[in-house]
């Protein structure tokens, strides 16, 4: 079940907000139906609902909040707009790759693929999906941790018939096994065939919240009540005006003297019984009209609202006391008295103005609030039972109360953007996340070719060390093609999920927790690993075809230039995932390695070799003698190489940018927990 009370978004400037204070009610077994034109405010809601957006309100789920939920994809399955996903993955691999974001077994993938018809399609990419299958897709995508409730924003937008029907079965058999599905639509035909209950938006503003039958009798289609003792002389002349007009107007006898006029307004039925001499003791609209666009005058004639409602509004229905005199029905409201005198060039009445029509129980008084804000149940705001009960004369407007500043209601608690959890399974989605498409592939073998061509250009060249050689790193360029390859993967391990949001219950911000940063550090170190030695061999590779073993051999000291070689490949890697995560950007990841040799080695560079700074000179030597015991398989020479490549300018300044990204990581994700 869910339960949305007081939703507000925080204004834009000078404008008003596009949700004001929309409450209503989804319930467990049954299908909801979010209605209203586009611009209304229908996805705005759902975001402040979801946290994505900040406002004020508060929504539960089963009783409890999002943020208060501790799997929150579990309990709610959201589709907003496309499915988001990287075009080149597979429908398969998506689907498993979520698996491990919900934590669900993976398994469940092609249990979900088999339930909405994609099987012969698990093979295919995203990007060539046509628009029924990528819907099936995204309702895979929300079925995949078995959650609750649903919610969906115009799920059967751009969809055949036969796709939207069978959606619509879909939904209608989750709804049936007792799960809650809340979606949105701007077809009121569509909300009045598929839910089982609409609520109406217009404007930001609730306007209805009613049963489907109810608004299929009363909003889908648009009709003036009519009361009058000649009712069947009333409904002949206006079918003749009608034809005469070449209006498409329906007149239908409901039984006595009463008429249901469709297609018609009360200003020109109110001119017809006028000029006829016919009493009229009831014209009125019913509540609301044809669903988005209820409130806004009419081109064919004012509005008769009996009492004029601003912002959209539409006046609250109220259940009129038993009485013997006349029956009056519950779902219209009276608009206006028939007064021949009212009229500028109307002849002497030969009949006594009607009155109201009988029976119908006036407004209490009310502040224009209080007629607005009350629920369609009968009562106003306070629920006080009496308001329903006939209300006394209206007294004098210097008697009326006014209300204080400590009667109005509170506001509702202000509505938060919190960030998403990380997947249960990080390292297993990371890993999926990361094979699923071939940029890695493709970037790792770009990288080797580039690093081979180099390496076989510098040895034609000639003044080249041996060790620059085989990682093909010339002076001129201040990092080798290996270690900017492993610093573009890095940053995409972010900028890809930024640009296609790959958690199934995204909440708008890339989580920023220690176990998912964890796991991506460990699977771009690998990858960083993998392509540094990749790089070397088939550089070695290359100098030998080409040139012969000369070119080819190995350095003596290969430990610590190897330690080096290693570091900064994986070092490029990890600043790449850490300036990705800080800045939310894989320009910014990349742009943060490059900076690296650019602006910090030159800084540290002049601080080690500064006339005033005192040199660590025979730390090597030193630290030999104070390890006296031998550590087991030579563990000495390998710190030795790490404590070499720090004390180098590079090592240094990648040391410290690490650290400074680190520190930066680590503070706005403690920042945003304490928020």
């Known amino acids: 079940m869910i339960q949305a009370f007081g939703l507000t978004s925080n204004p834009r400037k000078e404008l008003p907000p596009a949700v004001d204070d929309v409450s209503f009610e989804a319930r467990a077994g049954r299908i909801t139906a979010l209605l209203g034109a586009p611009g209304a405010g229908k996805t705005t809601v759902l975001r402040l609902m979801l946290e994505?957006?900040?406002?004020?309100?508060?929504?539960h789920f089963r009783g409890r909040p999002l943020h208060r939920i501790a799997h929150p994809s579990r309990e709610v399955g959201v589709l907003l707009g496309d499915v988001p996903g990287h075009p080149a993955r597979t429908v398969r691999g998506h689907l498993r790759m979520l698996c491990a974001a919900a934590g669900v077994p993976v398994r469940r993938a092609d249990e979900v693929l088999e339930a909405v018809g994609l099987v012969s399609l698990r093979e295919e990419r995203l990007g060539t999906l046509s628009r029924g299958m990528d819907r099936r897709l995204g309702l895979a995508c929300v079925l995949l941790a078995d959650p609750h409730t649903l919610v969906l924003d115009d799920p059967a937008d751009g969809l055949s018939t036969r796709e939207g029907a069978w959606l619509h079965g879909t939904l209608r058999a989750h709804a049936a096994q007792g799960g809650t599905v809340l979606f949105t639509t701007s077809d009121p035909k569509e909300a009045a065939r598929t839910a089982d209950r609409v609520a109406t938006l217009e404007q930001g503003r609730l306007v209805a919240d009613q049963e489907a039958a109810e608004f299929s009798r009363t909003r889908l289609r648009p009709r003036v009540a009519v009361r009058s003792p000649h009712a069947a002389r009333l409904a002949v002349l206006l079918a003749k005006q009608a034809r005469t007009a070449q209006l498409s107007v329906e007149v239908v006898r409901e039984g006595g003297n009463r008429l249901s006029v469709y297609g018609g307004t009360c200003a020109d039925i109110g001119e017809i019984a006028f000029r006829h001499g016919i009493v009229v003791h009831q014209l009125a609209d019913e509540i609301g009209d044809m669903g988005p666009g209820a409130g806004r005058d009419r081109a064919s004639g004012p509005r008769c609202d009996r009492h004029r409602v601003e912002a959209g509004r539409i006046p609250v229905t109220r259940e009129p006391p038993p009485s013997s005199e006349a029956p009056t029905d519950p779902t219209v409201e009276p608009c206006s008295t028939l007064d021949p005198e009212s009229h500028p060039d109307a002849p002497k009445p030969v009949?006594?103005?009607?009155?109201?029509?009988?029976?119908?129980?006036?407004?209490?008084?009310?502040?224009?609030?209080?007629?607005?804000?009350?629920?369609?149940?009968?009562?106003?705001?306070?629920?006080?039972?009496?308001?329903?009960?006939?209300?006394?004369?209206?007294?004098?407007?210097?008697?009326?109360?006014?209300?204080?500043?400590?009667?109005?209601?509170?506001l509702p608690?202000?509505?938060?953007?919190?960030?998403?959890?990380?997947?249960?399974r990080p390292l297993r989605y990371e890993i999926r996340r990361a094979a699923g498409i071939g940029t890695g592939f493709l970037t790792g073998a770009v990288t080797l070719a580039v690093s081979a061509v180099i390496a076989v250009?510098?040895?034609r060249i000639g003044h080249t060390p041996q060790p620059r050689l085989l990682a093909a790193w010339p002076q001129e360029l201040p990092l080798p093609p290996a270690a900017l390859g492993a610093g573009l993967l890095g940053a995409l391990a972010f900028?890809?999920?930024?640009?296609h949001p790959a958690l199934a219950a995204d909440r708008g911000t890339v989580p920023r927790r220690l176990g998912l940063l964890a796991a991506k550090l460990l699977v771009s170190s690998a990858t960083a690993l993998v392509l540094a030695v990749l790089t070397v061999g088939c550089d070695a590779e290359a100098l030998y075809l080409v040139y012969g073993r000369e070119l080819a051999q190995v350095p003596t000291d290969w430990l610590p230039l190897g330690a080096g070689w290693i570091g900064l490949v994986v070092g490029c890697a990890w600043a790449g995932v850490l300036a990705a995560g800080v800045f939310r950007s894989t320009t910014a990841g990349l742009a943060a390695v490059g900076a690296v040799p650019l602006l910090v080695v030159p800084v540290v560079h002049k601080l080690v070799n500064g006339p005033s700074v005192r040199t660590a000179a025979g730390l090597p030597m030193r630290l030999r003698e104070a390890l006296l015991p031998r550590w087991p398989f030579g563990g000495e020479r390998y710190l030795e190489a790490a404590l070499k490549v720090?004390?180098?300018?590079?090592?240094g300044a990648l040391t410290l940018s690490l650290t400074a990204l680190l520190c930066a990581y680590l503070l706005t994700t403690l920042r945003s927990r304490f928020r």
Request: aromatic share 2%; charged share 20%; no cysteine.
């Open 495 to 499: 900028g890809d999920e930024f640009r």
């Open 457 to 459: 250009v510098l040895a």
């Open 646 to 651: 720090i004390s180098q300018p590079v090592g």
């Open 413 to 424: 608690p202000s509505i938060s953007v919190r960030p998403a959890p990380s997947p249960l």
């Open 52 to 59: 994505l957006q900040q406002g004020r309100g508060i929504t």
């Open 351 to 410: 009949t006594d103005p009607p009155s109201l029509s009988f029976g119908q129980s006036q407004l209490p008084d009310a502040e224009p609030d209080e007629l607005s804000d009350a629920p369609s149940t009968g009562r106003p705001r306070g629920g006080s039972p009496a308001a329903t009960a006939p209300s006394q004369p209206r007294p004098p407007a210097r008697a009326r109360t006014v209300r204080t500043l400590d009667e109005l209601p509170p």
